[in-house]
C-alpha cells in the first residue's frame, strides 16, 4: 500500500486524498480474499473504505459550503 499523506495545500485536496486512501483499503481487501481463499479475509477494509469515502463527502460538501 502506498503512503497516503494528509498534509495538502489545499482544502480541496482533502476529499481526493480520502477517495485515494480508500481505493486502497478496498484493493487490500481483494487481495487478502484472494490469498486467504476466503471471502470475509480483509472486509475490514472495504468497512474502512466506504467510512472515507463518506468523510470525503462531507469534505467535498464543506468545500462547496465555503466557496472551495
Excluded at 494528509?6 to 485536496?13: F, S
Excluded at 482533502?14 to 480508500?22: F, K, S
Excluded at 470475509?40 to 462547496?64: F, H, P, Q, Y
Amino acid at each position: 500500500m502506498r503512503d497516503i499523506d494528509l498534509n495538502v495545500a489545499a482544502p480541496e485536496t482533502v476529499q481526493l486524498t480520502l477517495r485515494r486512501a480508500a481505493d486502497q483499503y478496498r484493493e487490500s481487501s481483494g487481495e487478502l480474499a484472494a490469498a486467504w481463499q476466503d471471502k470475509n479475509a480483509g472486509s475490514v477494509w472495504n468497512d474502512i473504505a466506504r467510512i472515507l469515502d463518506r468523510a470525503a463527502d462531507s469534505c467535498e460538501r464543506a468545500c462547496i459550503r465555503h466557496g472551495l
